[in-house]
């Protein structure tokens, strides 16, 4: 028995659990890829200070096979540092650093590879660039699962040097290497069993929410059905880069105390406290090893066990500085503005970053940005409008048209806008007759579409979208918890509220705790949800403010109009008992209704807030209010893929 025991690489491992890296299924598997590509491509270009710009291709190649290909502007990649990349598990420079940044563990990339070679047996293409006059280096990798080694496959086992110019773009046309001509950046290319889908927990909704958190990326998308897709980028300055900080000593278990002190050089225990962790001065090294009994000149070659365990215990005794927050880089309010109103339709924004605040010793920020009214822009649609639409969409059904035309527009919602209409869920846009036409116009303004509608939850890591598991998730679970009655929204108990609203939450740390490997859901950590309960409210307190005086002025509108409506008959009526003047009469009675309803008149500025409240106007800049019709992500009106139609 002890001859068939063996080590196991980490390789071997994911490879038979892979579903613990986010590849239990063909259509997360593809999703997963993409995400992995493009978070690496992202974290490369703002490293090098460059404003990203990635293409996104995704071809079929068969019966439920798909190619991927992801390149980006970044800086290049070395050429001996490209197959430990793509090739080997747990390889990269983020895992033992302390500051923000999407990869963490050296996983993601090379596990999509890994899954592509199992699924198709097809290696993983990569050809990088440094520079313009440089030759571009090309690969083909495929994993060694039982040494965690790559293998090279092209070039004798050395991969190609692709030489810069018009030879380059001659050798690349005749092997079939695909390149967007850029001067310098990286391209992976994988091949995989997949499947592609549209909606929630798709490529298409994963890139949009790319494009919310993160508006200095300039996105090109082409979907297997080649339709093409841009998101400009709505910001042309980089994100403040994060800096590296040493682990905050509040944050270090006994254990890892212990394999730092066996791993320091030579030195006093003072030295070691001072240059090991962040926020330890020579007083707070001293006060700790007042409060361990342990003199501050004692080497560290002479600390056991027992004295790193009296240690472990001063430093959870001494009042120590909360770790620098120069190492995180959140979005801040301004720009979750526009990144929701660029993407997200409404007509209400609103935007709260907490301050920084610390959980195991990690530091960490909250962001919320909250959109309301999503559904407002179809109630406002022309007859003539409509027409236009309809004559640009390649839409094959009166579905699709709906659900791809108005953005935030639900199948659910689509569905019961065609039975109000009597038309065919499967009949063409492009054959309706004019009275046909009417119809839908009449059901899209009949149709309440946010009745029934629930809270859409966008939930970001380090700027990730993160789309799956949302139940397990410290975000969901927090959103729930919140009472969003107070601020206007149906709810019942134990679940989102209702109506048109869509959340986004941003958790940015330098080591945010995921539940799993995937990296899909958030650890409850109490501190993490308090400051998420904070940011919420927040938001919360300036949508309530928005709602109650929308219904307020429309309340008292509707009001004045009942009154308006038989003033005329009273005033009749009084002037002839009374034999007073009626004219006069009238405008008195006039002068008293709009005096009661004065609210009706009320004039209310791009916050929400009456216009001559001054001090109120400057208190916050962190909402905007705008014409649901002029939100640029209102309506669609780029051209759609033809979805196949079932067969009758």
Known sequence: MAAKQRDISVSEFFAKNRHLLGFD???????????????????????????????????????????????????GIVKKQIPLIFGKLLYGSKFHRL????????????????????????????????????????????????????????????????????????????????????????????????????GRGSVDEYLEQTAIANPHVALHYTDPDNDARDYPRSANQLPAEPKEIKPHPYGVELGRLITLLHDAPNCTVAQFLTTTFSRVTSQVARKICNTANISTRASTRRIGRKEADLLYQAIQATKISSPATDCISPIGEELILKGLHHVVPGEFYAAATRPPAVYRGNPFQIEVGIAYGGQAAMQYVTKELLRELIEETDARTIRQFLIHTFNGLGSEAADRILKESGLGTRQSPAGLKPKEIEKLLAAMKGVNVS?????????????????????????????????????????????????????????????????????????????????????????????????????????????????????????????????????ELYEQLLSVAKKRTADADMKLDDRGRPIEDAEELAAAENVLIVDPMEAPAAINRTPVADETLPKQ
Not at 170 to 176: A, L
Not at 489 to 501: A, E, H, I, N, T
């Open 25 to 75: 299924n063909p259509r997360k598997a593809l999703l997963t890829t993409v995400k992995e590509a493009v978070d690496n491509s992202l974290d490369a270009c703002e490293e090098a200070g460059i404003l990203p710009e990635i293409w996104v291709h995704i071809e079929a190649t068969g019966n439920d096979r798909f190619k991927v290909g992801v390149q980006d502007n970044g800086p």
């Open 99 to 198: 500051r923000q940044s999407r990869g963490q563990q050296g996983i993601g990339i090379s596990a999509a590879g890994m899954y592509g070679v199992q699924t198709t047996g097809k290696p993983v293409k990569i050809i990088s660039k440094v520079d313009a006059k440089k030759p571009a280096h090309y690969y083909e990798i495929q994993i060694d699962t039982k040494k965690n080694l790559p293998q090279i496959l092209n070039g004798r086992g050395e991969g190609v040097d692709i030489p810069a110019g018009q030879k380059g773009t001659e050798y690349r046309e005749k092997h079939g290497i695909e390149w967007v001509d850029q001067p310098h950046g990286t391209r992976v290319t994988i091949e995989l069993q997949a499947k592609f889908v549209r």
């Open 451 to 583: 009745e029934g509608q629930t809270m859409e939850v966008l939930r970001y890591a380090n700027r990730v979208p993160l789309q799956f598991s949302p139940a397990s998730c410290a975000i969901t679970q927090t959103v729930i918890g919140t009472n969003w009655r107070s601020y206007g929204l149906s709810q019942s108990r134990g679940s989102l509220p209702k109506g048109p609203v869509t959340v986004m939450v941003h958790v940015a740390s330098v080591w945010v705790p995921f539940t799993s490997e995937s990296k899909e859901a958030i650890a409850p950590y109490p501190e993490i949800q308090k400051e998420l309960r904070l940011a919420l409210q927040a938001v919360g307190r300036h949508l309530g403010t928005y709602v109650r005086r929308r219904l307020k002025v429309k309340q008292q509108g509707e009001r004045r109009q009942i009154f308006l409506r038989y003033l005329g008959e009273v005033a009749t009526a009084v002037s002839e008992i009374n034999a007073a003047d009626r004219a």
